[in-house]
């Protein structure tokens, strides 16, 4: 069975500063995706960043990158330049490739609060 | 393009009553997964259907069901509620899967309160 695991239940950071978020995963599985959902107060959940775990190139979208790092089976998300809109719970995700499924198995999120 | 579409948003019920919660997924996704959201028990799946088909299921008891329509939009259906059913439902949905990892957008959620 596969398990992720997010250690920081809330994080601060200023405004324009950088973050990161941390999150380690269990599996025995070798192909697989992982991904970082963003869930804003009261607002619908939205997928922040993907990464498909055969690619050694970390993901960017934007302001956001991840630091993969499969033997590790760790999976961080970087927040630079870090906005107000920003404030929300993120959860870190796994999928496993195959079997025709899009079952995502959540870690248990991390509040990041972004402070004026 | 609509977003996914979650139908109530909020429910109240008693313990013992049933409840009947609707998603309509995005125009042409084929695929809806639910995910139960808890303080306690974090996001946990409950079930994903893909062409009316259950393709896979999470560590529910029984009373929680599901089904999925010819047009795509599903249904979840929880019997006999119980205090620890209150929790916020939320549906997701996905073009065809094909070997996963498709991008899955999530609806409003419909927020359950069992008293």
């Known amino acids: 069975a596969q398990t992720v695991t997010q250690s920081q239940p809330e994080m601060s950071v200023q405004e324009a500063e950088t973050v990161t978020l941390s999150c380690t995963y269990d599996t025995s599985e070798n192909n697989y995706y992982l991904f970082w959902y963003k869930q804003p107060p009261s607002r619908q959940m939205i997928l922040v960043i993907r990464q498909e775990a055969y690619k050694q190139q970390n993901a960017t979208e934007n302001r956001f990158s991840v630091n993969f790092q499969k033997a590790a089976k760790s999976f961080s998300l970087k927040i630079s330049d870090s906005q107000l809109g920003d404030t929300a719970m993120y959860f870190c995700?796994?999928?496993?490739?195959?079997?025709?499924?899009?079952?995502?198995?959540f870690g248990t999120g991390t509040l990041l609060a972004v402070q004026p | 393009k609509a977003g996914v579409t979650q139908t109530p948003r909020y429910l109240i019920k008693t313990r013992g009553q049933q409840v009947t919660l609707s998603c309509s997924p995005i125009s042409g996704h084929r695929s809806v997964s639910w995910y139960q959201q808890t303080p306690g028990q974090g996001l946990q799946f409950l079930f994903e259907y893909f062409s009316e088909t259950q393709r896979n299921k999470g560590n529910f008891p029984g009373r929680f069901s599901g089904r999925q329509f010819s047009n795509s939009r599903s249904e979840m259906n929880v019997s006999t509620l119980e205090l620890g059913d209150s929790a916020l439902y939320l549906c997701?949905?996905?073009?065809?899967?094909?070997?996963?990892?498709?991008?899955?957008?999530f609806g409003p959620g419909t927020r359950l309160t069992v008293t």
């Open positions: 995700a796994f999928m496993k490739q195959g079997g025709a499924t899009n079952k995502l198995i």
């Open positions: 997701a949905s996905s073009s065809y899967p094909g070997v996963g990892g498709y991008e899955q957008y």
